[in-house]
């Protein structure tokens, strides 16, 4: 063997060395040249917020002040030039959240993500939106609709000078994924149609409906092992008795003895003269066109995982336990004699934030120019949502009413069964265009009560597929139903916001409202989404008014699908405006909205069976009672209720665990942190994580791991079953076969060991080392390429997760999953408390930020404030405005 000279070998090493020289340094110079290229891309669509902006299509000249969170404040000389300025902010700000909301309502997002998205539209667009939005439009007053005209050519006037990535990164991606789409014009009925993607949003029980159908057939198939089968036997004359007191003991009756209801008392008001929404719906009809009197009489007031998941992650998931917390507290209660406004609505957590915080300001107020008004928007819907002018203020809860109902049909063919009689379908052919593929047919079919939406998702499929059980004769949902026609089975919606309203108008009304009066009269307009609305006035007064088009139903409830062959089953009117209930300056000097139910059993109609069960608004009305107490009310008192985070359940637990045996060490450390525990969900607390973390296994081994699993649903319901079910040892549901487990005792021990298996899982063996925050941190998760699967565009555009406290049916509603992720979903989407005697006092903030930018100073520049419960001040007056203001960009008409 030879061997190789040393010095041979060092030219070879030099020329390695080179080579790897030059591979690393153009390595480096193609990542430095991609983070340039990123850069830009990102940067290059970011909005112009100083010096000047020439528009065609403005009258006059236009300011636009942000301060140092680059939120807006719009001041114009005339309405048209208002809207036009805010329509080109939205769009500089949040076009792509804007453009991906109109494909929404219009059922075609596959023409911008391809046909995985071809089953929502299809669903979508046999619901409608955008066809009953059109017809919203051309029932608009001259007014209303310059008001939307303007701002569409507004947003168009962006669109006039950018396109792809010049107009978002987002469109960059997509310019990617589908190289021939191209963004339209702006038109009003984008605007309209987002007002339907919220009312779905906020759709209430229809879910619960649904849920409750599929339990009575799935309970009922089981036969004897149905209701029974689970430990839920009443006795009764038949297994069909048993599966209806499951059912009504699953979901119970609101806890009025309990809990407060919104309006303990009625105002008095004087009858309003006749429209279209009292009169009796006597049909669905998608080409309905309503005119609704604005008019109000004088008041004498007294003093007082399926398409429907993929269509809700699109405008915005229902989730856990959805709702919101608004009330008002009379200046009687407060340090400063005026009044105290808070509202924080909980919706889908969401990246960038529902809310685009704004002001709209005329140089001079005027009847031409009425508009002195600062909040919350919708972006791609002109006006203020929620927040105050210079006299009044207004906030938002849902209504939870039930202004959504099933109907199980009999389709033969082209036609379907209606009292005895054969009665043609209403078909229409439409065509679902999809990028990159072909196009895809669809037949929408409906009846008099609305779209046959069974075919188009699992939930409503199976509902049609096995609507009638066989268990002794008794049919639940269908238990009282006429006799049932030949035919197939198929599903329809009745849903109000599938017939045209008049929130388009509200909107304006709400926002130039001076008195109660006026406030009123804007309430009589809003019709869908059904909301609670709150008031408060300079003048020291406070008020609650229930709006919206809230249905009266014939022989059925709406609790479970309804019999749609007869008519007996149909809805026969909607309630009229002046016998909603209304309270003005109640003697308890507060009003508290909740999702807790309104109005007490003996009001004269029925509004619903599927109130939130009042855990929040009974904190959040003990919380004012004890601070007045203790002296007057100031604006932070207020603060500090909206992020109190007493879990009602967690008591209840803690006392009940207090007499269960554990085995082992862990698991006993672990129950004896409930026992100093005082309730509260805090970020950083051990308790609450093991409290929640035993409470979600609780409820799944009492009601999801059976034989037949019972719906676990929102946790407030599940609150009321359980409180009941630890007052009582001997109640048969502790008993699971399945698991070998029988008694409370048994249960509670079982739930008690897993959890803290679980837990020493995820945040190990130390108890004194859990924390609840970590384990319910935030994931922001982008509405579109935040979920693409492809890691690199994902971190593009997501952020956190943030820790935070909070949680499921408490004030500060983070809400969860049980049996998915303690990771929080739905969210306070804003905070705000608004001061009467100062607005400039007044204090703000929401989930993300301004901007819909990723890589924006404003993408998520309030979220670390937001999950520390931060509000900060936000001037209204013209001499605060500008003293906060750090960009002023001048809008001025073109040549």
Known sequence: MTSENPASRRPLLRRIGRIAYLVVAG??????????????????SFPQTAGDVALKGLEKPVTVQRDDRGIPTITASSAHDLFFAQGFTHAQDRFF???????????????????????????????????????????LDETTRAYYDAYADGVNAYLASRSGADLSLEHAVLGVLAPDYSPEPWEPADSVAW???????????????????????SLDAAGPDGAAGVGASVGGASPGDDVQALIEKLYPAYPFDDHPVIVPTISPADPLPATETDAAPASFSSAAEPDTAAALATVEWQQASNVIEAASMLVGS??????????????DLTESGKPLLANDPHLGSSLPSVWYQMQLKCNTVSESCPFDVGGFSFSGLPGIIIGHNAKVSWGFTNLTTDVTDLYIEKVDGDEYWRDGALEPLEIEQDVIRVAGGDDVPLTIRRTVHGPIISGLTDDFTAIADEPVAAADGVALPLQDAPETPPGEFAVSLRWTALEPGTTARAIFALNTAQDFDGFRAAASLFDVPAQN?????????????????????????????????????????????????VSFNPPE??????????????????LSRDWDYGYRAARIAHLIERKAAAGPLVAQDLRDIQMDEQMWIGKQLAVAMDTVKVDGEGPNAAVDLLRTWDAQNSADSPAAAYANVLWSNLVQNVFADRQVPLPVGDQARLFTVMGAM???????????????????????????????????????????????????????????????????????????????????????????????????????????????????DSTWNQLTGAS????????????????????KPWPFTAKAVTKATVDTLRLTPAA
């Open 726 to 840: 630890l007052d009582d040892a001997d109640d048969p549901l502790w008993t699971n076969d399945r698991l070998d487990i029988e008694g409370m005792h048994e249960m509670l021990s079982f739930s008690a060991e897993q959890a803290y298996e679980e837990l020493k899982d995820l945040q190990g063996r130390d108890v004194t080392r859990w924390d609840w925050g970590s384990l319910h941190a935030l994931p922001l998760t982008h509405a579109t390429l935040g979920t693409s699967g492809v890691a690199p565009v994902e971190m593009l555009f997501n952020r956190g997760p943030y820790p935070v406290g909070g949680g499921s049916s408490v004030v500060n509603a983070t809400g969860w999953q049980i049996g998915e992720s303690y990771a929080t979903t739905t969210v306070p989407s804003m905070r705000m408390v608004v001061d009467l005697a100062d607005f400039d």
């Open 852 to 871: 819909g930018h990723p890589f924006h100073a404003h993408y998520t520049d309030q979220t670390e404030d937001w999950a520390q419960g931060i509000q």
């Open 318 to 331: 229902v989730g856990e336990g959805i709702g919101s917390n608004s009330w008002v507290v009379s200046g």
């Open 27 to 44: 390595i480096m110079v193609v990542a430095v040249a991609a983070a340039f290229f990123l850069t830009w891309t990102i940067q290059r």
């Open 195 to 217: 007002l339907k993607a919220m009312a779905w949003d906020l759709r209430t029980n229809l879910g619960a409906e649904t849920d409750r159908a599929r339990l009575a057939a």
């Open 589 to 606: 000097g507060y009003i508290v909205t909740a999702n807790n139910a309104i109005v007490d059993d003996e009001y004269e109609y029925f």
């Open 533 to 581: 609305l709150v008031y408060a006035d300079t003048d020291g007064n406070i008020g609650y008014q229930t709006p919206g088009r809230l249905p009266i139903r014939g022989a059925g409830d709406g609790w479970l699908p309804q019999p749609g062959w007869d008519s007996g089953y149909d809805w026969t009117g909607y309630i009229p405006f002046e016998q909603l209930p």
């Open 97 to 139: 959240e804007m453009d991906f909301r109109r494909h929404v309502t219009a059922g075609r997002v596959a023409e911008m993500f391809g046909e995985s998205q071809v089953a929502t539209d299809k669903f979508l667009r046999t619901l409608g939106w955008r066809a009953v939005a059109e017809q919203e439009v051309e029932a």
